[in-house]
């Protein structure tokens, strides 16, 4: 059984459609603690599904060096065997990727290396491209910019808002996430090798 620390910073529909998938006994993951940068909505997720929370503000520290300690004695005790970035609007400092990876995935709502970054469905809009997509991808120290894992593209409509489109988008993202933990768990993605390649 595969245990996750899933990281959020929004509402957390993803996460719930992840906890919603490991309710069946047949999933071979669980979620072991839900973790936050903020005061997330979807921490709320923990009492609802009885699983532990933690926040750790970035307001409360000096830097992300020593939000990224802090965040990292949240998670270590948990020992996951993979942390899940489910809306997870930080980014990780060095010493956490290290500490964790390559054990770290993250769900973005682009096609990458297509729109990186904190609006990437604002951006693809902007771009007034055709479509876009969903990835899944291996965190590094960079912005979205890890190996990718399984991407799926999705058309752009015309009359799309940033609002309709990411709801679009979210639906594919879920069956993605729920996939590539799937595949993570049973050994058909190995992250030490898909960092590698
Ligand atoms: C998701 O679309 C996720 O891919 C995105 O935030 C949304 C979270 O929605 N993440 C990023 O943009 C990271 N760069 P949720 O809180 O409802 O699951």
Known sequence: MLELVVLISGAGSNLRALLRAAQDAEYP??????GADRDAEGLALGEEFS?????????NFAGRASWGAALADQIRPWTPDL?????????????????????????????????????AVRDAIAAGVTETGASV???????????ILVQERIPVEPHDSESTLHDRIKHVE???????????????????EATRA
């Open 29 to 34: 993951a669980r979620v072991v603690a839900i």
């Open 51 to 59: 699983i532990p929370t933690f926040q750790v503000s970035y307001g």
């Open 83 to 119: 942390l899940v970035l489910s809306g997870f609007m930080r980014l990780l400092p060095h010493d956490v990727v290290a500490e964790f990876g390559p054990h770290i995935i993250n769900t973005h709502p682009a096609y990458l290396p297509e729109f990186p970054g904190a609006h």
């Open 137 to 147: 991808i291996v965190v590094d120290d960079g912005v979205d910019s890890g190996p």
């Open 174 to 192: 879920r069956r993605l996430l729920i996939q590539t933990v799937l595949d993570i768990a049973n050994g058909t993605v190995d992250l030490k």
